[in-house]
Structures are given as C-alpha cells and as structure tokens.
C-alpha cells in the first residue's frame, strides 16, 4: 500500500474533478511538463465544443502532480463554458495552488474554429527564476 494518500490514484473513480493530488518531489528534479491533447471545453457564448491541447510546466519546490489526478481535473472542463485564455490562467492558477512551484507556465492551444486557432500562455510564480531555467535548458526564452 503506497504511504501517499490520493484521491484519485489507485481508485475507480468516473467522472472529473477538480482536485490535484500531489506528491514529494524527487530529489534532483528541476521541471516537469505534462501535456494533453485530448481536453475539451465548450464556447462560454455559443456552445459549440472546443478541442485543444494543453501543457504544464512547472519548477517543483516540494510537490509534484500527480497525473491521473491531472486527468481528471482536465475531464472537469468538458462540459464548462469557458474562454481558451480563461481557461490557461484557470489552470495555472490552479496547479500553482496545488503544488506550489518555483513557478508554473500553462499553455492552452485551441485548435481552428472557423478557421483560428488560439494560443494562450499563462504564467505564475517567480518569472526571473524561470527565464533563468528555461533559457538553460534550451526551451524559450521569452514570455
């Protein structure tokens, strides 16, 4: 039995929530990047779906997300009307409540409806720390 206590991990759970579940980072871990391209919303306006793909990727300090809680809490806006930047800041915010990083960047890509696609970017934590570290590691330097 895992000395962690999940809500979701481990358990038959079938339907979303907006819970993240959390555990120790482990030692030596600089950032994490999770990606879904399978998260679906619905247009706050007029209610057709929309299909896009997001990534998280954060600095843990002491926690990490753990990924079927991400999933399901990604499921949570399947049937909620919300906007693509909306929906970027929501979850930046959320996950940095969660897991408390050094700091956290969300990028939302809504895939084209009537022909545009949208790319928002969501951003929260320490933005000097974070240049710092993507530009070490090759990813984009800017914001």
Not at 57 to 74: D, M, Q, R, V
């Amino acid at each position: 039995m895992s000395e962690y206590e999940f809500h979701a991990l481990g358990r038959d759970i079938k339907e979303p929530c907006r819970q993240l579940d959390v555990f120790p980072k482990p030692a030596g871990l600089e950032t994490v990047v999770m990606d879904s391209d399978e998260v679906t919303s619905l247009c706050p306006v007029t209610g057709q779906p929309d299909w896009g793909t997001v990534v998280i990727e954060y600095a843990p300090k002491e926690f990490c997300i753990e990924s079927k809680s991400l999933k399901l809490y990604l499921w949570s806006f399947r049937n909620e009307g919300v906007f693509c930047e909306a929906l970027a800041s929501q979850i930046v915010q959320d996950v940095y409540d969660a897991c408390n990083p050094v700091w956290c960047k969300v990028i939302v890509v809504q895939k084209p409806r009537g022909g545009i696609r949208i790319s928002a970017t969501a951003f929260a934590g320490d933005k000097d720390i974070a240049r710092k570290d993507c530009s070490s590691s090759g990813g984009d330097k800017n914001e």
